[in-house]
């Protein structure tokens, strides 16, 4: 400037190359990237280019969510790999590696890639630095130094979008556009080659594209000669969606089936292509179908940034990898286990909108409709005539049909802000366990009683509260005048955390002022007996109340109590309870959840699989590492957590479920196969359960055996144990023990003495009932050396070591409590607790456990009616002696009579006898 003479006054300087901190900090900008020839390979596999793309919006055929790309830099040729979960990478880049290796003769040598956290895991580090692999990666917010991989997958996307545009495809056919692009882009020429294709650089020859088809486009396959019958069409109708990898044919999704198939033998008709419906065309020519992989790659020179595909952080979950192609590819002997999404009209759909019910989720939704208007008012006037006094929570009652029942709503407190010492105390409130609940009912069984069932209408809000508790009025129902006033709860409300607690303490109190005992050993049980030693037993699951006995007064005069105290409804003979259906009939009692599993199955999708005759393999032994790639854990701990619930009345899945819940952290691929194999199984026996039936004895009795070192990983030994009366088992377990046994023995002495401390619950339950145990309970082991142990301190060199709590059987043994004996590995009940057995192993144990299918009980009472009938129609000498003695063991003061009608028959007398044995009793 003073040079020009622009300005006056300014003094000469000098150039200053020291770095000014103010300028660089307010003018610095990213370095422009070099636009000179870049570094090529010289050989292939010298330089991998690869990048992740997802996830994708909607889930393929085969259920994946991302796919990543590999790249050789000398040739070009692309590998595309299909994953549920971006955390497998590194599986994937493993299985490449191994067929590219192979396949070509050269070692993959550089790797470059983004730093995104698939490919910066300790994990692939480790592998690749064993490897020898270098690893070029790029700096953060610099994904042009990637441009290779990523510009690749843009193409790709591109490609692939515009292909399912043009043919109307629905979202879930992604994959299969993305593995055809890639397929074509390998068989075309590139800028980065001369007169060669990418397939051709790789492999040393030219790809033949003849073969080549439109995609999308109409298309018959042919069905073989043993698929159809004599008169059958020879093809069937599909739709083409790509080149099969490893196989020589073209893959094709059946409209008919639903299914993808691979076949080889394809009539083309590339004028024509499917109409999917205005939904699914909408849905791909007007809505963004890629989410995460919509590329800006626009901007100006300098700011030019390709931006990498969108991720997200997930768990560790199934993934799916393939070569190429989706995994739900089959041939036409085969089924493929995905299905593609089903097309509906708009007359179901609005058929079926117009059936679903729908819950309101607060009052604003509930406002206006006539009937959660009397759902909200009805629970109003219970708070008020409970004198109770925040949030309405909604729900459907509906029959066993289906049909709803009626509407219920629940006013709820805003629990979640209490404050613990403040607003409550204790909130513990003890429940009901379900070996007791089926203890109870194998007595009843034996017994020849009745069970029944109350309900307590609102049960919480008769609970007192002991702390001053303040609530909001209700949304919607303001009094009048005193918008601004609060509630002062008396009583407790649902939603406060003491409410569990105050309502037992309210019934507990109500039936100890009503002389009942509460057992010792079980909390929600109580007992009450009358001057003739008749009784009554009751059991409570928080607002449920299930009671029986052989007191007919005794049952009348409680629910006459109960229901002048609360709010009841009578729900008569016992048939449903915590999701177990209850059969009564005269020769016992079933239980079972044939409705559960249905549901079960139908959830993850098994609903019309095919059933196998045992839950799980013989001679194949589970491990946490099987070399399978992992699977999908929340699927898989859904699939687990069900079965344990099923085992409440399904013993025989006890050890299947048991086994599959010790690899919850980290299923694998295997594990998640056989717990769908436990579900296939379910599948052919949804209608069993237990049976338990009325006999004299009323012995506990008690069944335990081990598997020795039966666990790969650990080398630890599986216990099992099971308890009856002589009938269906009421309890059972299948446990990992805890610590390792060094001999088949040792293991059975743990085992005992686990199924030991179980053992002295039950007696002190029948003690309550009434059912003392004089005698010692007989606990069943196969193993002599085992018994020895338990008996006396024998074999001291190589027991010394054993943990001293296992120790605890030898003080039941002295104090007459159990009685340890022998039986015959055939005769062990409880073998089916600790390992996978043979078919007919497997059914002879679980027929002993009592678990028969409902049907076989059904069928068991039309046998007894016909020999009732055969019994009214031929009273003989010998028939009616064994009635006599039954009759007999009810009442002994029958016994003159018996004898008098015994003696005429046996002189020849002709007697009406009433045909069964009841009605005789009467006639008596």
């Not at 497998?88 to 493993?94: D, E, G």
């Not at 029959?399 to 404050?419: E, P, W």
């Not at 002991?466 to 002062?488: C, D, N, T």
């Not at 059912?771 to 018994?787: H, L, R």
């Amino acid at each position: 400037m003073q040079s020009m003479e622009m300005v006056t006054g300014l003094p000469a300087l000098t150039e200053v190359k020291d770095v000014c901190e103010g300028c660089v900090t307010g003018k610095h900008h990213r370095e422009k990237f070099d636009k000179g020839e870049a570094w090529r390979s010289s050989y292939p596999l010298q330089l991998v280019h690869t990048d992740l793309c997802g996830p994708m919006q909607h889930e393929s055929n085969g259920g994946n969510r991302y796919f990543i790309t590999f790249i050789d830099d000398y040739s070009r040729v692309c590998w595309v790999y299909f994953l549920r979960n971006k955390s497998n990478a590194l599986t994937v880049f493993k299985k490449y590696k191994a067929l590219v290796e192979l396949q070509s003769g050269f070692k993959v040598k550089k790797m470059r890639s983004d730093r995104g956290g698939e490919y910066t895991s300790s994990e692939f580090e480790r592998f690749c630095a064993e490897m020898g692999i270098e690893r070029q990666m790029t700096v953060a917010y610099s994904p042009q130094q990637n441009g290779v991989a990523e510009r690749k997958n843009r193409t790709i996307v591109e490609m692939a979008r515009s292909m399912m545009t043009e043919k109307c495809l629905p979202l879930n056919f992604w994959a299969e556009a993305v593995n055809t692009a890639v397929y074509l882009q390998n068989r075309c020429c590139t800028n980065s080659l001369t007169n060669k294709t990418p397939f051709e650089a790789f492999t040393g020859r030219k790809p033949g594209i003849k073969h080549l088809k439109l995609f999308g486009c109409i298309c018959y396959i042919h069905i073989p000669a043993h698929l159809r019958q004599k008169l059958d069409g020879k093809a069937e109708k599909g739709i083409f969606v790509g080149y099969g990898n490893c196989e020589k044919g073209y893959r094709v999704y059946v409209i008919q089936s639903k299914k993808i198939v691979l076949s080889r033998s394809v009539v083309f008709d590339e004028d024509k292509f499917f109409t999917w419906g205005e939904q699914q065309q909408e849905a791909v020519t007007s809505q963004p179908w890629l989410k995460g992989l919509e590329m800006d790659v626009n901007a100006s020179e300098g700011e030019q940034q390709i931006e990498r595909t969108q991720f997200v952080d997930e768990e560790v979950h199934s993934p799916v990898v393939l070569t190429g192609n989706e995994s739900d590819c089959s041939s036409l002997q085969s089924t493929p286990s995905s299905t593609p999404v089903k097309l509906r009209s708009l007359e179901e759909i609005y058929a079926r909108c117009h059936m679903s019910i729908v819950e309101p989720e607060n009052y604003k939704e509930a406002a206006g409709n006539k009937a959660w208007e009397e759902a909200m008012n009805a629970e109003l006037e219970m708070i008020e005539k409970n004198s109770t006094w925040e949030l309405w929570v909604f729900k459907t009652k509906l029959n066993l049909d289906g049909t709803i029942h009626k509407h219920k709503a629940r006013l709820v407190a805003k629990g979640y802000a209490q404050k613990p010492g403040v607003d409550y105390n204790e909130t513990f409130a003890p429940v009901a366990r379900l070996d007791t609940i089926r203890t109870l009912i194998a007595l009843a069984s034996q017994k020849g009683w009745k069970l029944f069932q109350l309900d307590v209408k609102s049960a919480f809000l008769n609970g007192v509260l002991e702390e001053e508790v303040y609530v909001e009025q209700p949304q919607g129902f303001l009094v009048k005048k005193a918008e601004s006033k609060v509630y002062k709860l008396k009583k407790a409300l649902y939603g406060l955390k003491q409410a569990p607690r105050a309502w037992y303490s309210e019934i507990d109190a109500y039936l100890t002022m009503c002389k009942f005992k509460r057992s010792a050993s079980e909390a929600t049980l109580y007992t009450k007996a009358d001057c003739e030693g008749k009784q009554i037993i009751v059991s409570i699951y928080v607002d449920d109340i299930v009671y029986t006995g052989s007191s007919d007064a005794l049952m009348k005069e409680f629910k006459k109590e109960m229901m002048q105290r609360y709010e009841m409804t009578d729900l008569g003979l016992l048939h449903h309870f915590l999701g177990m259906g209850v059969l009564q009939t005269s020769q016992g009692i079933f239980i079972h959840q044939s409705k559960y599993a249905q549901s079960l199955l139908k959830k993850f999708g098994l609903e019309d699989c095919k059933p196998v005759s045992i839950p799980l393999p013989t001679g194949e032994k589970l491990k946490k590492i099987d070399g399978s790639e992992l699977a999908d854990e929340c699927t898989y701990r859904k699939i687990v957590g069900s079965l344990l619930y099923l085992t409440a009345t399904r013993p025989d899945l006890m050890y299947a479920a048991s086994l599959l819940s010790r690899f919850m952290n980290q299923p694998t691929r295997k594990h998640m196969g056989v717990a769908k194999r436990v579900l296939r199984y379910v599948q052919g026996t949804l209608h069993y359960g237990i049976e338990y039936v009325r006999n004299q004895s009323s012995t506990l009795v008690g069944f335990c055996d081990a598997d020795w070192a039966g666990s790969e990983d650990d080398s630890l030994s599986t216990s099992g144990y099971a308890f009856s009366f002589g009938s269906g088992v009421f309890s059972w377990a299948s446990v990992k023990q805890n610590t390792v046994a060094l001999s088949t023995a040792e293991a059975e002495y743990v085992s005992a003495s686990e199924a030991t401390t179980q053992a002295i619950w039950p007696r002190f339950v029948l003690d309550d009932f009434g059912e003392m145990q004089t005698e010692a309970t007989p606990m069943f082991c196969d193993n002599m050396s085992s018994i020895s142990m338990a008996k006396n301190p024998v074999f001291h060199q190589k027991t010394r070591h054993i943990n001293r709590r296992f120790h605890f059987i030898r003080e039941a043994l002295q104090e007459g409590k159990i009685s340890v004996k022998f039986c015959s590995s055939e005769d062990q009940l409880a073998d089916i607790f600790t390992k996978a057995l043979p078919k007919e192993r497997f059914n002879q144990l679980r027929f002993k456990l009592g678990v028969k299918a409902k049907t076989s009980l059904q069928g068991d009472s039309r046998r007894r009616e016909k020999e009732k009938k055969e019994l009214k129609d031929s009273w003989t000498v010998e028939r009616f002696v064994m009635v006599a003695i039954w009759c007999i063991q009810e009442d002994p003061s029958l016994r003159p009579a018996m004898k008098k009608v015994v003696q005429m028959l046996e002189g020849g007398v002709q007697v009406s006898v009433p045909p069964d044995p009841s009605s005789f009793i009467s006639s008596i």
